[in-house]
């Protein structure tokens, strides 16, 4: 709902603030004192393309500045948050949010959702959430098939809703399984490629047989096999100086005369004694360094040139792997992923098989689907035909009826296999044309509003604005006008920018815009009417004359009678 909407340099209005609040809202003024602008600028404000010409002469800039109750975790507040902006709590779940729009005379634009700039991009997301503009020339609800068709499904109630996403799952599911099938069969050769060189990847793989960390290991027996002479030297001199073939004295047998010395004695002195078990513990520790070095140089000398080539062409198999397939270990993990993915593109043959009648199915319960759907259309098609003619006779339309038609499409989609067009023949023996073809500007507005009026009653819009909804009728035909639009405020807000008392009558909140003597509306020039104001307002729509005593009494009973009808409501 728009609580207040500001206007600062959009066409003849200077600077000019509408409270509008809940309910019905009429907006009256002279010719040319910029009523439209209201309109205007509310496009503006829902993301509509921005017009320097709508600049007021001699300004730098427009600037629209609208604030709305919203619910606080609604789906509008999501979106401006994502935007990057936010809503104000006010408490019970309901927020205010704040909309700017600003048009330089250069043509440049800038808009703020939410307290922060964003892309005008994001208003036109907002907009449907929002509000639904009917203009003369902008019934934007009637012209496209796709806005009749969610008219209708709107109208439908819970048993096209649920016809509807059942329709929807069982399309969801066909359109997965035929895409699978496309893919399949399409990439039938790519996939047949695949698991040739997937099968050949593996083959050499399991041929090389990888371990994890051998690479790691055939380095180091690499480098003690190039160094193995080396090596020998150094372990057969250890050995030699630790336990000698030969009378040279070494440090086993040197250790053992330490040992034997100092048992000896060890009875007389503790200390020695612990002294002695400390050199028999080295003994026993050379002792053990000569048996592993005796060891090692017989290793040695098994080892030879012939498994140091061993050694290098292991390494250069598993050089060759990692460059295939990146490493080794990506090597071995293509191995573990790749059986098993061979294993599904040799299956393609069979999952085509059982694709197909998966998909089969599918189609089968589609169809049924989209029967249900179609005759849960058709059902509301023909209810909302005669609910919206009924609504035209009253509109001064008394020879105008008016058809739904739920057609099939021929190409199932998201929303059905079904085409939808409201006709209109505004008099008996015309054939039913397209609202958008068949009827004024003036009618156009009052197919609309009749079609408003009967949808409300089962999916109310938040907010509509209806600009000279009332052109080209008058006298009861207006009367009624103004009670459907009062009718239609009992579930939603409206907004009617009008010229006629007998509309405005029924409002419960009425703003009139007034030029000042420089042709400019200022801030002061858009007032509430109540009491005496808005009689005499409503004198002067029905006769030019605010002061005439007949029209006075005439614009009272209108004010009686929307009085009433608000009552009865």
């Known amino acids: 709902m728009i609580e207040e909407m500001r206007l600062r340099d959009l066409g003849v209005i200077a600077d000019a603030t509408l409270p509008i609040g809940r309910g019905f809202t009429a907006i009256t003024g002279e010719t040319g004192a910029g009523k439209t602008m209201v309109v205007t600028g509310l496009g503006l404000l829902l993301g509509q393309r921005a017009d320097s010409g709508a600049v007021r002469s001699g300004a730098a800039q427009a600037a629209v500045e609208g604030v709305w109750l919203i619910p606080e975790h609604g789906p509008v507040a999501a979106r401006v948050r994502e935007a990057g902006g936010d809503v104000e709590p006010l408490g019970d779940g309901a927020a205010e949010l704040y909309l ?38 902008d019934q934007l609800r009637l012209r496209s098939a796709s806005a009749q068709r969610e008219a209708l499904d709107r109208f439908g109630g819970e048993p096209v809703a649920a016809a509807r996403a059942a329709y929807r799952a069982a399309w969801d599911s066909w359109r997965a399984l ?19 060189e997937l099968r050949a990847a593996i083959a050499e793989i399991e041929a090389a047989a990888p371990l994890p960390g051998e690479e790691e290991e055939l380095a180091r027996r690499a480098e003690r096999l190039a160094n193995a002479e080396e090596l020998r030297i150094a372990a057969a001199g250890a050995h030699a100086v630790l336990s000698s073939d030969d009378d040279t004295p070494d440090v086993v047998t040197l250790l ?14 503790a200390a020695l004694a612990a002294i002695g078990e400390q050199v028999a513990d080295l003994g026993y520790r050379a002792t053990d360094a000569a048996v592993a070095l005796s060891g090692y140089l017989a290793d040695l000398d098994e080892s030879g040139p012939h498994e140091l080539a061993a050694v290098d062409e292991r390494r250069g198999v598993l050089a060759a792997l990692a460059r295939t397939h990146g490493s080794v270990d990506a090597a071995i993990a293509l191995l573990e992923t790749g059986s098993a993915r061979l294993l599904e593109l040799d299956d393609d043959s069979d999952r085509i098989e059982r694709l197909g009648a998966e998909r089969d199915a599918a189609a089968a319960e589609l169809d049924a689907a989209a029967e249900t759907l179609t005759a849960a259309r058709r059902e509301a098609a023909e209810r909302l035909a005669a609910a919206v003619t009924e609504e035209l006779h009253a509109l001064a339309l008394p020879d105008a009826t008016l058809t739904v038609e739920v057609t099939p499409s021929g190409t199932p989609g998201a929303h059905g296999r079904d085409d939808v067009a409201i006709l209109l023949a505004p008099h008996p023996g015309a054939d039913p044309r397209p609202v958008s073809r068949g009827a004024s500007g003036g009618e156009l507005s009052r197919v609309m509003l009749a079609i408003e009026v009967v949808i409300a009653g089962v999916d109310p819009v938040p907010t509509f604005v209806f600009d000279e909804v009332d052109a080209g009728i008058g006298g009861a035909a207006a009367i009624e006008v103004g009670r459907r639009l009062a009718r239609l405020a009992e579930s939603s807000q409206v907004i009617a920018v009008t010229h006629l008392a007998q509309v405005a009558a029924f409002a419960g909140n009425h703003l009139t815009v007034v030029k000042g003597n420089d042709g400019a509306v200022t801030a002061s020039s858009v007032r509430r009417l109540e009491g005496a104001e808005r009689e005499a307002e409503m004198a002067r729509l029905l006769s030019g004359l605010s002061d005439s005593d007949a029209a006075l009494t005439h614009a009272r009973e209108l004010l009686e009678t929307g009085r009433a009808v608000s009552e009865a409501g």
């Open 178 to 196: 035929d895409a699978e099938l496309s893919t399949l069969t399409t990439d039938r050769d790519a996939r047949a490629r695949e698991a040739e």
């Open 256 to 269: 053992a005369e330490a040992r034997r010395a100092l048992e000896r004695v060890s009875g007389s002195d």
């Open 100 to 137: 700017g729009r600003t048009v330089s005379s250069e043509g440049r634009g800038r808009a703020t959702v939410g307290g922060r700039t964003a892309p005008a991009g994001v208003l036109a997301d907002l907009a449907d959430d929002l509000v639904v503009v009917h203009g003369q020339s």
